[in-house]
Structure formats: C-alpha cells, structure tokens
C-alpha cells in the first residue's frame, strides 16, 4: 500500500485549534482532508500531547552528515567531477561502499545537478579587458541606439550532413518515411558561403559569395551590399558593425570606410576581438 502524501505543519495545527469549536465534518471542510486525517490527529494529540507525526519507518540514511558535506565540497572544488568519480573518491574511506546513485541524491540535495557544459571561446586577458571596456562604453545605450546599427556577417551553410539533431513526430510505422528522414551524402556534402545584414526589425542585402572571400571581393560587398542597405534601412550616418576578421581589417577595406565616416556617411563602430556572442547577427 502506498502511504499518503504528509500533512503539513499548518494544516495539523489548524486542525486541533478547530477541533475546540467545530465538528469533524466542519473540519474536514474547511482544511479539506479526509474524516479519517481528523480522527487520526484528534487521536494523536490526546496520546503524545503534539501535533508532529510518528517516525516513519524506513532504511537507515547510508551517509553521516560530515560525508553530506564532503560530497557538496568535493562537487564544488572541482566541477568537472562526476558522481561516479565522487563516488569512487569516497569509498576509499568507508568500510561499506556506496552506489552512485547515493552519491546523485546527496547532489541534488544541495541542487547541484549534472549538466553539460557549455561552450566558449577560450579569450586571453587582454581580451578579457578589451570586452569588459567595450561593454562599459555602450552600457547606457538605448533601444534608439541600438537600432542606427547595421549588424553584418559572414556564414556557412551545409547544404547536407546537418550536426545539429533533429526531432521529427512520427507514427511507429513511418520511421523511414521520406519527411522524417534527414538526408545525408558521402564526405559531407555541399555548403553555401553567404554574406548577410540586418537592423533593428529589418534585413539588408544577402549576398552569396563563390569560392574563398577575399579582400577584393569584401570590398565590393562593401560598395554594393553594405552601405546602400545600411542607407537604406536606417538612413545617413548609420553605424556599421563587422567584426575584426583579417578582410575586414584589410587596408583597402579601412581606407574606404574612413572616406564614408568623413563624410558622415557611416561610423564604424570597434568591435571587441573574440566576442560572437554580443553579434545578435549569429542568432539571425
């Protein structure tokens, strides 16, 4: 038989200040439990003069509460460790080894829970600096700011061998059936290089650019695709955002772009190096 959900600490003292001017049925009313619950905790008080439950019966808890606290420690120091590890690190000292299962429960216990990892771009200090004082500088921009800037990137697609998983609802009879299969080639298929802009709620040009992108073929980007999107999405004196890839930085690209900022044009706004996550383009 499986034993009933416990009563809180409120609804137990509830019931015994209402029992001195209510029937059971009034009671059972008002807390909303069975007539049984009532009798029982009536019973209860009379007996042992308190409103707490019995013990209930169980196994013993496998660890001590110093072992609680090396596990949360250990777990803590070192954040790669997994339960078996932790496991393993505590069975060394204990007469009775426990599973990892133990371990699992003790984690969850102090809400530490296993996840993985995310991913992130290893940055070196200078980098670090360089990020921390960009974000210092346009921590009091507003949503008007935000949309005078023309984000822009370059990106590849595949065109076949997708890495990424793909969830697919399907009946047990349609696991090979042409829409819930993801098609694959030999040697990893085919790609698309593709150069795109976008502000606020509007895109720009997309351009898809053939073979290897070069400072030559960014500068006509910049000529036929950037700047007449950008004037044409925000206006005159937008500012334009690329990142510090090497064709972007190139001499020819710099010295075009300075001639469109002395005539207010554009202005070209210093990006941080190593820092795609503050690009909302690699969302798009």
């Not at 007539?35 to 007996?47: D, E, G």
């Not at 005078?148 to 009879?173: A, M, Y």
């Not at 040697?187 to 040009?205: E, I, P, T, Y």
Request: proline residues 4%; positive net charge; aromatic residues 8%.
């Amino acid at each position: 038989m499986t034993r009933g959900k416990e009563l809180t600490v409120e609804k137990r003292s509830s019931i015994l200040i209402l029992k001195k001017g209510y029937s059971s049925w009034q009671i059972i009313a008002k807390v909303n439990v069975s007539q049984f619950v009532v009798l029982y905790m009536i019973k209860n008080f009379m007996n042992t003069d308190t409103c707490s439950s019995k013990q209930q019966a169980g196994p013993p808890r496998k660890t001590t509460k110093d072992e609680d606290r090396y596990i949360h420690t250990l777990s803590k120091t070192n954040k790669c460790m997994t339960a078996s590890e932790i496991t393993h690190e505590l069975n060394w000292s204990r007469e009775d080894p426990m599973g990892v299962t133990t371990v699992k429960k003790r984690l969850l216990e102090g809400t530490l829970r296993g996840c993985i990892a995310i991913k992130k771009l290893f940055l070196k200090p200078q980098n670090k600096v360089k990020q921390l004082q960009w974000a210092n500088e346009h921590a009091n921009w507003t949503i008007s700011d935000c949309e005078r800037v023309l984000w822009t990137d370059e990106s590849k697609f595949e065109v076949f061998g997708n890495k990424l998983r793909v969830f697919v609802q399907q009946k047990p009879n349609e696991k090979l059936l042409h829409q819930c299969v993801i098609l694959t080639v030999k040697h990893g298929g085919d790609s698309v290089m593709l150069w795109g802009c976008f502000r606020a709620n509007k895109v720009g040009s997309l351009v898809k650019i053939d073979g290897i992108l070069r400072k030559e073929q960014y500068l006509k980007i910049l000529q036929d695709h950037a700047v007449p999107s950008g004037t044409k999405l925000i206006g005159e004196n937008f500012i334009f955002m690329q990142d510090n890839d090497p064709k972007h930085s190139a001499k020819v690209c710099q010295n075009y772009l300075k001639q469109l900022e002395d005539i207010n044009k554009l202005k070209v706004i210093q990006w941080p190096p190593q820092s795609p996550d503050l690009n909302p383009i690699e969302k798009l």
